[in-house]
């Protein structure tokens, strides 16, 4: 049976793709840095899953001996690690980048860059002694080096850089038992998408139109993720959720049909 870990997973699209994967009868690791969110949401899955699927590991993503130790538990834990999910990310607050706190820069930098190439050096390093596996880092706005938005820029800028990071491992770990590749999950609704505006109400009903055509629920995305994070095999491969095709639609269905992805029953997501 498949071990899979996903960092940054006790909420959002994280903790969705755990749920979907755990529903295909793979064993889990939820990662987080709050360890009461790690426990709430392991006891969560267990009783719905049960407990001899569901691990949970609280760690920062930033600092390299927890990461290793992450890999060390979950080895011990479930035997091996076949998937390793490089998800934890975070936004930098809605600003000029000029305008922002050193600290948010940093925190941007070291979580969605450092945090991703801490758990490539950690995943690839221990598959390639135990037989291999399959390296997933998750892509977002910037990564396309098309993308630019004024507020988004040390998160964009990240992005583009992880982007390098899975297309320049995917050639390094060539020929090896190991494979890289890059999960694109598009405009999801989660506390990522919203909270850079919180403080922006204005700025917020102009984003929303948006992301009301072009965005999905977590529910709605993840089981495709899972499904051909299972099944892809080919190193180098991107496991794209919204191509251009979909974009294409959802544009032209916004035209007869207005959906509302942040009306009050959706907010849990």
Request: charge should be positive; glycine fraction near 10%; aromatic fraction near 10%.
């Amino acid at each position: 049976m498949e071990t899979i870990v996903i960092t940054g997973s006790t909420r959002g699209i994280g903790l969705g793709l755990a749920r979907e994967f755990l529903k295909r009868g793979r064993h889990v690791l939820i990662n987080g840095r709050n360890e009461k969110a790690v426990l709430s949401q392991r006891e969560t899955l267990s009783r719905e899953f049960g407990p001899h699927l569901v691990a949970g590991f609280a760690c920062d993503v930033t600092q390299y001996e927890q990461v290793k130790a992450m890999w060390d538990f979950a080895v011990k834990t479930f035997g091996k690690v076949d998937i390793w999910i490089n998800n934890a990310g975070v936004m930098n607050g809605h600003q000029h980048t000029w305008e922002l706190d050193p600290k948010d820069l940093k925190a941007t930098v070291d979580i969605n860059l450092l945090g991703a190439l801490y758990g490539c050096k950690v995943a690839i390093q221990g598959m390639l002694q135990s037989g291999g596996g399959h390296v997933y880092n998750f892509e977002g706005y910037g990564s396309n080096g098309r993308q630019f938005h004024p507020f988004m820029t040390p998160y964009g800028s990240t992005k583009s850089a992880v982007r390098y990071l899975t297309r320049s491992l995917s050639r390094e770990t060539k020929g090896t038992s190991v494979r890289v590749g890059a999960i694109a999950p598009g405009i999801v609704v989660t506390d990522l998408l919203r909270d850079p505006y919180k403080d922006k109400p204005g700025e917020w009903e102009k984003a929303k139109k948006i992301f009301n055509i072009l965005g999905d629920h977590v529910e709605t995305v993840t089981p495709y993720i899972a499904d051909q994070v299972i099944k892809t095999k080919k190193s180098g491969q991107n496991i794209e959720w919204l191509t251009s095709g979909k974009v294409l639609g959802k544009f032209a269905s916004s035209l007869f049909v207005k959906r509302d992805l942040f009306a009050q029953a959706s907010l849990t997501h």
